[in-house]
């Protein structure tokens, strides 16, 4: 089974709100990881958070990391028509192996 | 601008024929990787390549092969392609280490209808 796990699955919102899709995992990690899809295309990095961190902030993108809950949140903040895509969420375990494992997603789509 | 470039964006091959994925990136990058993607599975990981010459099975080798000659170039190739294996492949690379700042760079991927 996937090491991540994204929810909700789907989430519609109105232009200017905010959107926020949760990511849980299974075992201990080094470092975790949002990435963004627009339909048809490749995924494209938008933040990394490691281990020993508990928030990030990248513009409009706040993520926070909880590794007693081994969960994660991302949080988009007055969110555009352009945000409208997928999201997922990867993680790093404590190998060195350089593999990501991914998540099912989220699919964002905001209404304009 | 770096970049992962993949040779086809769509494909349709036939039952029982042998396709080639190319994947090439411009980033000097050690790790090399092939994700599928489907709807409702996510991406799964088919295989790496942490050098050239080297490849390791990922979560669902089966029905493929990989080849990796030189440091820039990955190749994904299905023996004898199978209407299940009709999806959206993705290649990725990312450079060498856990510093916690190596993320992926991902192509724009291939979709492959297998008929």
């Known amino acids: 089974s996937q090491q991540g796990e994204e929810d909700p699955q789907a989430l519609s919102i109105q232009e200017g709100e905010n959107a926020t899709m949760n990511c849980s995992y299974k075992?201990?990690?080094?470092?975790l990881q949002w990435y963004r899809q627009n339909s048809g295309r490749g995924l494209v990095h938008l933040i990394l958070?490691?281990?020993?961190?508990r928030e990030k902030h990248s513009g409009r993108l706040r993520v926070t990391l909880d590794t007693s809950k081994k969960s994660s949140s991302l949080l988009i903040t007055a969110s555009r028509a352009a945000d409208t895509a997928s999201y997922f969420c990867a993680t790093d375990l404590n190998t060195n192996a350089g593999k990501s494992t991914f998540g099912d997603g989220t699919t964002l789509t905001v209404k304009p | 601008d770096v970049k992962v470039t993949q040779s086809s964006r769509y494909l349709v091959k036939r039952t029982g024929e042998k396709v080639f994925l190319e994947c090439v990136q411009d980033m000097d990058h050690e790790n090399m990787f092939w994700y599928r993607q489907d709807p409702g599975l996510g991406l799964r990981l088919i295989y790496f390549?942490?050098?050239?010459?080297?490849?390791e099975k990922g979560d669902i080798p089966e029905g493929y092969s990989v080849s990796r000659e030189k440091k820039e170039r990955f190749s994904l190739i299905l023996e004898s392609a199978s209407t299940n294996q009709t999806s959206m492949y993705l290649c990725?690379?990312?450079?060498?280490?856990?510093?916690?700042?190596?993320?992926?760079?991902f192509g724009a991927g291939s979709r492959l209808t297998v008929l």
């Open positions: 390549s942490y050098d050239v010459k080297m490849k």
């Open positions: 990725a690379s990312r450079p060498r280490g856990t510093s916690g700042a190596n993320v992926l760079t």
């Open positions: 075992t201990s990690i080094n470092n």
């Open positions: 958070i490691r281990s020993n961190e």
